[in-house]
C-alpha cells in the first residue's frame, strides 16, 4: 500500500521557466543551463545590458557597507565581479567566499581571478543556496546578484542567509524584476523574447538557455512580494532600489 503523503511529494513541481517540472529536476535543469553558458557568461551579460550590470553591481557594494577586515560571502558569484571588488575592500584582514552551486561558472570565476592575481583573501566553495555550509552568524554581508530566481526553495534560502549572517548583518539581493511603466515592460519582453534568445544562437550557439532566462525572470517575485520574503526570512529594514525603470531591483535587509 503507498503513502498517501509520499505520492503528494512525489508529484510536487515548481517552474523551470514557463514549464513545470518536479521539484527534483530543477537544480540539474538549471545546472544544464549554466554549464552551457559559463564560458560566454561575461560577454553575453555585457552585450545583453550594455554593460550597464557593471552599474547595477556597484551599486550593490556601495549599499553593503563592505569594511576593512570583514568576512563577506557572494551566493552564485558566478565570473567573481562582486568577490573582485569585496576583496579589495576587506583586505588582508578580510575574507570573501564565492559560492556557486554550478561547478562550471565556479571554475570560470576561480580561473578568471587567478589570472587577475585576486586570490588571497578569496576561497571558492560549491554551494547549494539553500543548505549553506557554514556557521552560524559568521559573515558581514551576505549577496546573491541574479541568482535567486533558479533557486528551487527562495524561501529556504533567505533562511540559510539569515543564518549565517552575524547580527547586524546585511543581505543584498540585487535580481531582475518587474519594469515600472507598461510601455518598459512592453519593449522589455520584445527584447527579451525575440532579441535575447537570438544573441544567444549567435554567441553561444544555445537559444533555448537565454529563453529559459528570460522566462525564468518573468517568474520572479516582484519588488514587494520579494520584500515579503526577506521580512519574513527574520530580516529588519527591508528596503529596494528600482533601477533601470524597475527592470533590477536592490533589496537589503538587516539581521537584528
Same mark, same amino acid.
Given at each position: ?154 524561501? &529556504?534560502?533567505? *533562511? ?7 547580527? %547586524? @548583518?546585511? =543581505? ?5 524584476? !518587474? #519594469? ?52 519574513? &526570512?527574520?530580516? *529588519? ?7 533601470? %525603470? @524597475?527592470? =533590477? ?5 538587516? !539581521? #537584528?
Amino acid at each position: 500500500m503507498t503513502d498517501p503523503q509520499n505520492e503528494h511529494d512525489a508529484e510536487r513541481t515548481t517552474h523551470f521557466g514557463y514549464q513545470s517540472v518536479p521539484e527534483s529536476l530543477k537544480a540539474q535543469k538549471v545546472a544544464e543551463v549554466f554549464h552551457s553558458v559559463a564560458a560566454k557568461y561575461d560577454l553575453m551579460n555585457d552585450l545583453m545590458s550594455g554593460g550597464i550590470h557593471r552599474l547595477w553591481k556597484r551599486f550593490t557594494i556601495e549599499l553593503s557597507g563592505a569594511r576593512p577586515g570583514n568576512r563577506i560571502l557572494d551566493i552564485a558569484g558566478g565570473t567573481g565581479d562582486l568577490s573582485r571588488q569585496f576583496s579589495k575592500i576587506v583586505g588582508d584582514a578580510g575574507e570573501v567566499v564565492l559560492a556557486d552551486i554550478n561547478a562550471s561558472m565556479l571554475k570560470v570565476g576561480r580561473d578568471r581571478l587567478l589570472d587577475q592575481g585576486i586570490a588571497r583573501n578569496i576561497r571558492f566553495v560549491q554551494a547549494d543556496a539553500e543548505k549553506l555550509p557554514f556557521p552560524d552568524n559568521h559573515f558581514d554581508v551576505v549577496t546573491i546578484a541574479f541568482g535567486l530566481r533558479n533557486v528551487t526553495h527562495k524561501e &529556504a534560502a533567505l *533562511e540559510s542567509m539569515f543564518r549565517v549572517l552575524k547580527p %547586524g @548583518g546585511r =543581505v543584498l539581493v540585487l535580481e531582475f524584476s !518587474k #519594469p515600472t511603466t507598461a510601455l518598459l515592460s512592453k519593449v522589455y519582453d520584445s527584447y527579451s523574447f525575440k532579441i535575447l534568445p537570438l544573441m544567444g544562437k549567435l554567441i553561444t550557439q544555445d537559444a533555448d538557455s537565454y529563453r529559459y532566462l528570460a522566462e525564468s525572470i518573468r517568474m520572479h517575485p516582484d519588488q514587494e512580494t520579494l520584500k515579503g520574503m526577506i521580512t519574513n &526570512a527574520g530580516f *529588519e529594514r527591508v528596503t529596494y532600489h528600482n533601477m533601470t %525603470g @524597475g527592470i =533590477v531591483a536592490l533589496h537589503r535587509g538587516v !539581521k #537584528p
